[in-house]
């Protein structure tokens, strides 16, 4: 599925749905998933993972239900 936009004159890919739906579809499952493992799946950081995620809860497309604090 390659959704295409007009910016500036030029097609445009929307990668930015295009990587929202793979994050939905890897949740499509209903089983949690770290941004680490997400960030794995889908070949990004995980802090790139993180802003996505971030993204689509605003949106309420997902929930986050887990935060963990790290060992200082």
Do not use: F, Q, Y
Request: hydrophobic fraction near 40%; charged fraction near 30%.
């Amino acid at each position: 599925m390659n959704k295409v936009s007009e910016s500036n004159g030029h097609a445009v890919s929307d990668w930015w749905s295009e990587i929202d739906d793979e994050v939905l579809a890897l949740l499509e499952d209903g089983r949690p998933a770290s941004p680490a493992d997400l960030a794995r799946r889908l070949g990004l950081s995980e802090a790139a993972a993180s802003s996505l995620l971030w993204g689509l809860a605003s949106e309420g497309k997902i929930r986050i239900r887990l935060v963990e604090r790290t060992c200082s």
